[in-house]
């Protein structure tokens, strides 16, 4: 079966205690209710870099330095693949607000195993630890 394919800009937003910015989808829908880093949509004739900027700053209300890129995942759910580009981002300014989802929170990277991601996150989550360990 052929399923859609979504190509998505993802922050991994590092404030200065070293924690990260995680946020819940609302509850409806396709993996409701789990967690997830922010993101959305690359549209026509953006880079990866301008849309995590444009997607955080319309989800959450803040303004991040997009960095490095730390993973490329491709993931197939049974309703949808998803391409993950992933970024290295600082939080520069601003209160981050659930506009869009259901709750935001900053977890520790000791903490994020609480939470339940969608499958395609493990490996996100692990190439984070592995990053945080090379600098450490
Ligand atoms: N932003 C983000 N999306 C993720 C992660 N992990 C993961 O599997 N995804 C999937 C869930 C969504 O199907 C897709 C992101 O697409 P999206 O944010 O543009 O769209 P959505 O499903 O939230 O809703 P819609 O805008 O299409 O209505 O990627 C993650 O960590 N962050
Ligand atoms: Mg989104």
């Not at 190509?7 to 910015?21: M, P, S, T």
Request: proline share 6%; glycine share 8%.
């Amino acid at each position: 079966m052929i399923v859609p394919h979504k190509i998505i800009g993802v922050a991994v937003v590092w404030n200065d205690q070293k924690q990260i910015l995680i946020d819940r989808r609302r509850p409806e829908g396709k993996l409701g209710g789990l967690w997830e880093f922010p993101g959305g949509k690359i549209e026509p004739g953006e880079t990866v870099e301008e849309c995590i900027r444009r997607e955080i700053k319309e989800e959450l209300g803040i303004e991040i330095d997009v960095g490095e890129h730390l993973i490329t995942i491709d993931y197939t759910y049974p309703h949808l693949q998803v391409t993950l580009t992933v970024h290295l981002c600082k939080h520069l300014s601003g209160e981050p607000m659930p506009i869009e989802c259901d709750e935001v929170l900053w977890v520790s990277l000791n903490e994020i195993e609480q939470y339940s991601f969608p499958t395609a996150n493990t490996q996100i989550i692990a190439a984070i630890k592995r990053y945080s360990q090379t600098r450490s």
